[in-house]
């Protein structure tokens, strides 16, 4: 191996783990707590060196958001390919986003709520981002009829379990009636 590959290697290596630091310490402190100094600090290197991964903590928030949407993914892809038929893969979808969401929520903020720098539904959507998307387009479009195009259906899907994460989190959508809320859309998702 050459110097310039270990190098590089053990660059992505920081990058992984002030990624992996912020998250965690979003997770158990918020999103406030994650400051260059915290992270410095946590990981035992200098505020330079986080620079020198990372404009700021709009960068990292990014690429916590990148990295919270590849593992969404993979976890709606691994819900639904075990589930059998349109409908039992929706709700498997649905139930997988939920939980996403609800394991995840400093995550979660970052895909959904706070600024990462990131492009969303346009040319320079980061490929993590897009493919997050798809994971619900192959389920949900599945199920979008003829009368609606099936990225659109797809949209106002996912904008309607947004909302559900959302309001749940926030407290303004008692948690235990989730289940009664997913087999509600599911019906109105699939009565097509």
């Given at each position: ?71 969404m993914a ?110 509600l859309l ?7």
């Amino acid at each position: 191996m050459s110097v310039q590959d270990r190098k590089q290697r053990e660059r992505a290596g920081r990058e992984r783990l002030i990624v992996a630091t912020a998250r965690e310490l979003a997770e158990q402190q918020g999103w406030d707590a994650v400051t260059t100094r915290q992270l410095a600090e946590r990981i035992e290197y200098s505020q330079p060196v986080l620079y020198s991964h990372f404009r700021g903590k709009r960068e990292i928030i990014g690429a916590v958001a990148l990295k919270g949407a590849a593992e969404m993914a993979a976890a709606v892809r691994a819900a639904t390919s075990a589930a059998d038929g349109p409908r039992a893969r929706v709700t498997a979808l649905a139930r997988a986003y939920l939980d996403f969401a609800a394991r995840n929520p400093a995550v979660y903020d970052a895909m959904f709520q706070l600024d990462g720098g990131l492009a969303f539904a346009n040319e320079d959507t980061p490929q993590p981002l897009k493919d997050a998307f798809a994971a619900l387009l192959e389920s949900l479009g599945e199920i979008a009829g003829d009368s609606v195009h099936p990225a659109l259906f797809t949209e106002v899907s996912w904008a309607a379990l947004h909302g559900l994460a959302t309001l749940t989190r926030a407290g303004r959508l008692p948690p235990a009636d989730t289940a009664q809320r997913v087999q509600l859309l599911v019906d109105r998702l699939t009565m097509l």
